[in-house]
């Protein structure tokens, strides 16, 4: 098969066991002849086991061994499957509320979001937490499924209900491309194949629309930034002098001769190269890692960000942010965190908690303000150096950020700058 | 215009890239984990990329279970020596010999778990603070969980319940004397994409890979190949067959297929028309649903 120039799309799949989320990947698997026999074997046995009739194509999904025995997915699972015109990754993701930390996890890199509704029951406060997620995390495209059509005898008008219920609170929210699909996971009707049961639709069916979707523009392509990881300094015969910066592109296009200023610091020079392993290039631009050299001998290291000289991100100390709590431990007010941002890792604290979103309602709590484990607040942020931000709705990469706690290490905040 | 997007492959080269450097960069004393199997000569290969023109920043580190391919380990001296790096052994024979644990018994008894000791003994030895595989998720249901940067508590073990959410490309790797990492830059990729990209970059790989006669027996569905270790069974017989192996463990529960797939092409097309997944020729994996699982669990690769 030639793939050479087929993309990578990623997306997340967020629903529980009950809207047929784990059927839908199965089915996407199967009909798409992902799975392998051994595979297919497993969950044959396993179907008949259980006493259910053919093979329950959810099992595909099955994940550890908590999991299986208690029938829900936990954590953050990634598969794979490639059809002749794209790769693509399923971040599928629990749809508790509970879960939350893994939905924005698994949206995190996401070029698009898959939401179910079960057309018998429409619109739900789960509904509504999904989409906000999805909005919240800016992910570019997302597609509402709505499944076991079915069990609503294939109603177009049932589905136009379903639409309408969605588009009335999705207005509230941020969203750029949104689609519809009336499915039946189940049967497999406008999942890779078209339905003959709702001629009705004139649309394509869900594979279709994955392997097809606009992606290039997801990535911002206006604003240079590379996030300098680490220097390369080979002192070998050939690279005495060689001092590149390693990183990967976060976005933008670099040139060489294009006229740089390193941030924080401010020193300005021109790009001299831009290396690979294969020789030097014309441009490099996002997802790429390579590395980059300069005209100039100044001092650069990790966590320093070359930019263009004519457009930069700022350079702040304090900012506001949407953030999701993801650890057990509550926030605690005015405590330091060190903060995760592109490769640069200050000391942070949370000056203030503005207000908690009820990510069902989506109302605003300014009363109370203690921020427990998958909630969401707007915050204000203070650092002990100059981070260099952009707002994430412009960059997913320079615009987010992570806290993580001193005395634990563990990761307990994910962040989008305002 | 140009196209200002890179093709699937070229982007699972770059994060790999970016991972790499990230273990480079957050921490003191990490290793490569390399088995001479293609996913961690991949690995290798991307490391090469990621540091260029330095050199590999990375010792390497073997797990040798006295159960290998000759070719594996002639393989490893080979590109070692071409890398200039160097390179740990940890020996399961040793932790044998000194009675560090004790070898299976019976008619399926293989090394793998033996591994486990060996492996986090080594780390330990070494201060190593991050380990980096070849592991990835679309092997084995319990790989599909498994993050970049993956935490060890200091007894080595994997909290599958407790592990730290990874979100965009940011990567925690902050942790405390004692524990260690495991990074695994290969995770997003596929048993297709592996082949698929050998192919385009022309890497060398152990003969193995390719298809070649040899004598076998028919074990367990696959064609186990004839070594020192091999006790045959009432009613086995040897067979000289045109084989190749999909993935490299020990000599003794690594099944070969049939195949005449002796290019990197005919492979790349081989592996894209498999129906069985490529751990499906493991004895080790057949053990029961969550093999994998729970030797991960235990510090296993």
């Known amino acids: 098969m030639e793939l050479d120039n087929n993309q990578l799309l990623r997306f997340t799949t967020a629903g529980s066991v009950d809207d047929g989320k784990s059927t839908l990947i199965g089915r996407l698997l199967y009909d798409s002849k992902s799975i392998f026999e051994d595979q297919l074997a497993a969950v044959e046995t396993t179907s008949k086991r259980k006493g259910h009739d053919g093979v329950d194509l959810a099992l595909f999904t099955d994940g550890l061994k908590d999991e299986r025995e208690q029938g829900i997915t936990i954590d953050v699972a990634y598969r ?13 993701t629990p749809g508790h509320i509970q879960y939350t930390r893994n939905m924005v996890t698994g949206a995190s890199t996401a070029n698009a979001a898959l939401i179910l509704i079960d057309a018998r029951h429409g619109v739900i406060e789960q509904t509504k937490r999904h989409a906000f ?32 219920q969605f588009e009335e609170f999705s207005s509230k929210l941020y969203v750029k491309d ?12 406008n999942v890779v194949n078209r339905s003959e049961n709702m001629k009705w639709y004139q649309g394509a069916p869900l594979l279709h629309t994955l392997e097809t979707m606009h992606i290039s523009s997801d990535i911002n392509k206006i604003d240079a930034r590379f996030p300098v990881q680490t220097v390369l300094r080979p002192q070998r015969e050939g690279f005495i002098d060689y001092r590149g910066y390693a990183g990967r592109v976060a976005s933008g296009i670099f040139r060489p001769n294009d006229e740089v200023t390193v941030m924080p610091s401010g020193f300005t020079s021109k790009i001299k190269s831009i290396d ?4 030097e290039l014309a441009e490099a631009f996002a997802p790429m890692s390579v590395s980059i050299t300069l005209e100039d001998d100044i001092d650069v290291s990790r966590g ?4 263009k000289t004519a457009n930069k991100p700022e350079a702040s100390q304090e900012f506001t942010a949407m953030i999701c709590w993801l650890h057990n431990d509550a926030a605690k007010p005015r405590a330091k965190y ?36 998958n909630e969401i607040a707007k915050v204000k942020v203070k650092t002990t150096r100059p981070v260099m931000i952009d707002e994430y709705r412009d960059n997913r990469i320079t615009g987010s950020f992570t806290l993580v706690d001193d005395a634990t290490h563990e990761t307990v905040a994910a962040g989008m700058i305002v | 215009m140009s196209k200002y997007y890179l093709n699937y492959l070229d982007e699972l080269e770059s994060e790999a890239i970016y991972i790499l450097r990230e273990v480079w960069a957050q921490f003191e004393n990490p290793v490569i984990l390399f088995s001479g199997g293609k996913d961690s000569i991949l690995v290798t290969h991307l490391a090469k990329k990621a540091f260029y023109p330095s050199k590999i920043p990375f010792p390497f580190m073997h797990v040798d279970t006295g159960h290998n391919f000759p070719e594996t380990i002639q393989f490893r001296d080979d590109l070692i020596k071409d890398l200039d790096a160097q390179l740990i052994v940890g020996s399961v024979q040793e932790a044998i010999d000194t009675g560090r644990v004790a070898e299976e018994k019976g008619k399926s008894a293989t090394r793998n778990s033996l591994q486990i000791t060996t492996l986090l003994d080594a780390i330990e030895n070494n201060k190593v603070d991050c380990a980096i595989g070849g592991g990835r998720r679309d092997e084995e249901k319990a790989r599909a969980k498994e993050r970049f ?51 385009k970059e022309n890497i060398a790989i152990p003969s193995l890979y390719y298809a070649h006669d040899r004598e076998v027996v028919w074990r367990n569905d696959s064609w186990i190949p004839v070594s020192d270790f091999l006790k045959l069974e009432d009613g086995e017989k040897v067979e000289t067959k045109k084989i190749r192996f999909r993935t490299l463990g020990d ?21 894209s028309a498999m129906k069985k997944t490529e751990r499906g020729d493991r004895t080790d994996d057949k053990r029961s649903e969550s093999s994998m699982e729970d030797r991960k669990r235990q510090g296993y690769f």
């Open chain 1, 304 to 307: 320093d960000m070359i930019v």
């Open chain 2, 251 to 271: 000599i003794t529960i690594t099944g070969g297929i049939e195949s005449d797939a002796d290019t990197l092409e005919k492979i790349a097309m081989e592996v």
């Open chain 1, 133 to 164: 997620i999805a909005s919240l995390l800016q992910i570019p495209h997302l597609i509402v499924c709505i499944n076991k059509m079915d069990l609503v005898e294939f109603s177009e008008e049932r589905y136009n209900e379903i639409i309408s």
């Open chain 2, 149 to 199: 940067f993956s935490h060890r508590d200091d007894f080595g073990q994997w909290d599958p319940k407790n592990q730290r959410p990874e979100l965009w490309n940011i990567l925690n790797g902050k942790h405390f004397e004692g524990e260690h990492f495991r990074a695994f830059p290969i995770s997003n990729w596929t048993e297709m994409d592996v082949w698929n990209y050998i192919k």
């Open chain 1, 80 to 92: 794979y499957f490639t059809t002749p015109k794209r790769k693509f990754i399923i971040a599928d």
């Open chain 1, 178 to 189: 949104v689609r519809f699909l009336p499915i039946s996971a189940l049967l497999g009707d």
């Open chain 1, 338 to 373: 060190t903060i995760l941002h592109t490769s640069n890792e200050p000391k942070a604290m949370i000056k203030e908690v503005l207000y908690k979103i009820d990510i069902n309602t989506y109302g605003r709590d300014e009363e109370n303000k203690d921020l427990k484990m």
């Open chain 1, 276 to 279: 690979t392993d294969k020789g």
